[in-house]
C-alpha cells in the first residue's frame, strides 16, 4: 500500500489486488516506529496518522525474574519523534489506502486474490487472480509480491527462501485491562516462559511464547491450566478476568518464521516485505522494514515505471539496497533468539547480568538502542522535494 501510494503520487497507474474484502484481520502487530513517523511526516500527513486511536510508548522494560530491566528508552532519541505508536495494522492501511486514492492513477482491487503469475517466456508481463468467481488478468510493466509470509508468488516462481530459524511460535490473545494496571507495554520473563502484554486501552494484546511446534502440548493440559500460567506471571490478571478467554479459539498462534530470499528479483517481477523476508517478531520491526522497502522501490522505480522500461537492473538495485538492513535486523534477532529466548523457554533460570542495567542506563548506550530500535539500520527518507521533481 505504500508503495502504491508512492508511485500513485508520481503518476504511475498502480492496481493493488487485495485479497479480503478489508484490511481488518486478528491482531498483527501494532508499531509504527519513529523512522515511519518521520516518513508519514513527510509524506505530509502525520497529523491525520496522530488522529487515529493510539498508544504512545516511549520505555520497553521487562521483568526478569522479579527484576525489571529497562531494555529501551526512546526519550533518548533525538528530533521530534522519540516514541513508538500502537495502532492496530488495519486503521494504518486504511490511512494509506485513503491517501493513496488521492490520486487519480491509484486503483484497489479488494476480494481479488492471485492465484498465478502470468508469464511471456522468461518475464512476468502480469498475474492471473480470482474474483466474483471468476479468473481474471491484469498486465503490467512491474509485478510486486507483497504477499507476506506465505507469498503465492514465491511458490509459482520456484523461490524458496533460506531459513534462519525461530526457536518459538507465540500465542496471542486479548485480556481485559483496567485503567488501574500498568499504563505501558512490558514484557515478563521466568523459567520456561515469556509473556508480552502491549497496552492497547480497554484491553492487554498479550502474547504467550512457546517452543516451537508445542501448541498441542500447551491446549492438551486445558485452558483452566494455561489461565493459571497467565496469572502466576502476571497476578494482577488472576482477578478473574481471565476468564474472558473461554476457548482455544480466542487463542490465535503466529508461527514465528525468519528467512530471507536469496534473489528478490525476476525478469518483471520483484518481492518485498515479508514475501522477501520474514522477521521475527522481536522489536516489532516487520511493518517498518516493510514500509522501508516500499520507499526504496519507489525511490529506484518511479523514473523506470513512467517510461514503461523497467530493466531487471532496476530491480536488483531494490534489492542491493534493502537486502543488509533486513539480514542485519535479522542477525541481532537472532542472537537474541538463541541466546534469550531459546535458554527461557528451555527451562533456564535467565537474570540480566549486574551490570547490564547500568550499561543500558549510559547516555550513549541508551541513545545507541533507542536508534537501532526506532529507525533500524538504514532509514529511508520521502523527501518532499524528491516527490516534486518526480511528478514534474
Ligand atoms: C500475529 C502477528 C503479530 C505481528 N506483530 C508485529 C509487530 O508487533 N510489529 C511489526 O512490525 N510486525 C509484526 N508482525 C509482522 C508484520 O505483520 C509484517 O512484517 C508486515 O505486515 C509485513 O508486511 P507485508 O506487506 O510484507 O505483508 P503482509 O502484512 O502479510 O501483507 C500481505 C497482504 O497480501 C494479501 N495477500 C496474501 N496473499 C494474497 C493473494 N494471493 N492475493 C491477494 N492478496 C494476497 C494479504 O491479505 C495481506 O493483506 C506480526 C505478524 C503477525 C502475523
Known amino acids: 500500500m505504500m508503495l502504491a501510494l508512492l508511485l500513485a503520487r508520481a503518476g504511475v497507474d498502480v492496481t493493488v489486488l487485495e485479497k479480503h474484502a478489508d484490511f481488518l484481520r486478528d491482531f498483527r ?49 533525538h528530533g521530534r519523534h522519540r516514541s513508538i505508536h500502537m495502532m492496530p495494522q488495519w486503521d494504518f492501511l486504511e490511512l494509506l489506502a485513503r491517501k493513496a486514492a488521492e490520486s487519480p492513477t491509484f486503483h484497489l482491487e479488494t476480494c481479488a486474490e492471485v492465484v498465478d503469475l502470468w508469464k511471456d517466456g522468461r518475464r512476468t508481463v502480469g498475474v492471473v487472480y480470482r474474483k466474483d468467481g471468476e479468473t481474471r488478468r491484469l498486465r503490467a510493466d512491474l509485478t510486486v509480491a507483497c504477499d507476506g509470509r506465505g507469498s503465492i508468488l514465491r511458490d509459482r516462481i520456484g523461490a524458496r527462501p533460506v531459513d534462519l530459524g525461530a526457536p518459538m511460535d507465540v500465542l496471542w490473545f486479548r485480556v481485559p485491562r483496567l485503567d488501574s494496571d500498568p499504563d505501558e507495554p512490558f514484557g515478563i520473563i521466568r523459567p520456561g516462559r515469556m509473556l508480552v502484554l502491549i497496552d492497547r486501552g480497554s484491553y492487554w494484546q498479550a502474547g504467550y511464547l512457546i517452543p516451537k511446534g508445542d501448541r498441542e502440548r500447551v491446549r492438551d493440559s486445558g485452558l483452566e491450566r494455561f489461565r493459571a500460567l497467565l496469572a502466576e506471571m502476571a497476578p494482577f490478571l488472576g482477578d478473574g478476568r481471565l476468564d474472558a478467554i473461554e476457548s482455544w479459539d480466542q487463542v490465535r498462534m503466529l508461527s514465528v518464521q525468519v528467512n530471507q530470499l536469496m534473489r528478490w528479483f525476476y525478469p518483471g517481477l520483484l518481492f518485498l516485505g515479508d514475501a522477501a523476508h520474514a522477521m521475527s517478531p522481536i522489536g516489532g520491526v516487520g511493518i517498518n522494514l516493510a514500509l522501508q522497502d516500499a520507499v526504496a522501490a519507489a525511490d529506484v522505480l518511479i523514473e ?77 527518507h520521502w523527501r518532499r522535494a524528491r516527490e516534486a521533481a518526480a511528478a514534474s
Open 29 to 77: 502487530g501494532d508499531t509504527i516506529h519513529p523512522s515511519t513517523l518521520e516518513l508519514v511526516e513527510e509524506l505530509g500527513f502525520l497529523e491525520e496518522l496522530e488522529q487515529l486511536p493510539q498508544q504512545v510508548v516511549t520505555r520497553l522494560r521487562a521483568d526478569v525474574g522479579g527484576e525489571w530491566l529497562t531494555v529501551a528508552d526512546l526519550s533518548a532519541l
Open 304 to 380: 523506470p515505471l513512467r517510461a514503461h522500461r523497467v530493466r531487471t537492473v532496476d530491480l536488483a538495485r531494490v534489492q542491493a539496497r534493502r537486502w543488509y538492513p533486513a539480514a542485519l535486523t535479522q542477525a541481532v534477532q537472532l542472537v537474541i533468539q538463541r541466546r534469550v529466548i531459546r535458554r527461557v523457554l528451555g527451562g533456564v533460570v535467565v537474570r540480566p547480568p549486574f551490570w547490564l542495567p547500568r550499561i543500558l542506563a549510559l547516555r550513549p548506550v541508551k541513545a545507541a538502542v533507542a536508534r537501532t530500535l526506532g529507525f533500524g539500520i538504514r532509514p529511508e
